[in-house]
T-cell receptor
């Protein structure tokens, strides 16, 4: 199984600021996925991040609000830009095992926007 | 994308088998059924997956109906630590890889 580390594990931010979440994987992976989990809700896929190309965003999510970097096969960042209280969520990074599609998740980054 | 339907919540007594149903009536022939669970404040954990045959591993069993329109996850001897939200997901293939789209899940409570 892949080991995924996310930073920060939690943060409290002011409205209008931006925060970058880092995701480090202990092995090389082609695709990394970023999910959001709002309080009491299920996980919602934000985007799929491929190394060497632009991320693919799901409906309702745009690059200007959630820019993603994928500089190499073990690392990705998600930035939550111009934050509002509605952005208060847990943000999770995940990777897929190539042949089976089994997903491994980081422990998430709990973001609170005041 | 195929959608899944799960009961929002279930209760089960400790030591009994927990049977969690999932409907996925629009699943297509090459889509797999995955089950994950999320224990409070943790990242989701993979449990099991299958295509058409029943599957069993050290955590659970997965029973898929012959028409593949529904499945049941079975935890044979539930413990208090199995209290979690359980997600039934159908795999959506994209560009040769797979993304998983989560539904609302079933909140399973194991009672002593």
């Amino acid at each position: 199984s892949a080991v995924i580390s996310q930073k920060p594990s939690r943060d409290i931010c002011q409205r209008g600021t931006s925060l970058t979440i880092q995701c480090q994987v202990d092995s090389q992976v082609t695709m990394m996925f970023w999910y959001r989990q709002q309080p009491g809700q299920s996980l919602t896929l934000i985007a799929t991040a491929n190394q060497g190309s632009e991320a693919t965003y799901e409906s309702g999510f745009v690059i200007d609000k959630f820019p993603i970097s994928r500089p190499n096969l073990t690392f990705s960042t998600l930035t939550v830009s111009n934050m509002s209280p509605e952005d208060s969520s847990i943000y999770l990074c995940s990777v897929a095992r190539a042949n089976t599609g089994e997903l491994f998740f980081g422990e998430g980054s709990r973001l609170t926007v005041l | 994308d195929a959608k899944t339907t799960q009961p929002p919540s279930m209760d089960c007594a400790e030591g009994r088998a927990a049977n969690l149903p999932c409907n996925h009536s629009t699943i297509s022939g090459n889509e797999y059924v995955y089950w994950y669970r999320q224990i409070h404040s943790q990242g989701p954990q993979y449990i099991i997956h299958g295509l058409k045959n029943n599957e069993t591993n050290e955590m659970a069993s997965l029973i898929i109906t012959e028409d593949r329109k529904s499945s049941t996850l079975i935890l044979p001897h539930a413990t208090l630590r199995d209290t979690a939200v359980y997600y039934c997901i159908v795999r959506v293939p994209i560009q040769g890889a797979q993304k998983l789209v989560f539904g609302q899940g079933t909140r399973l409570t194991i009672n002593p």
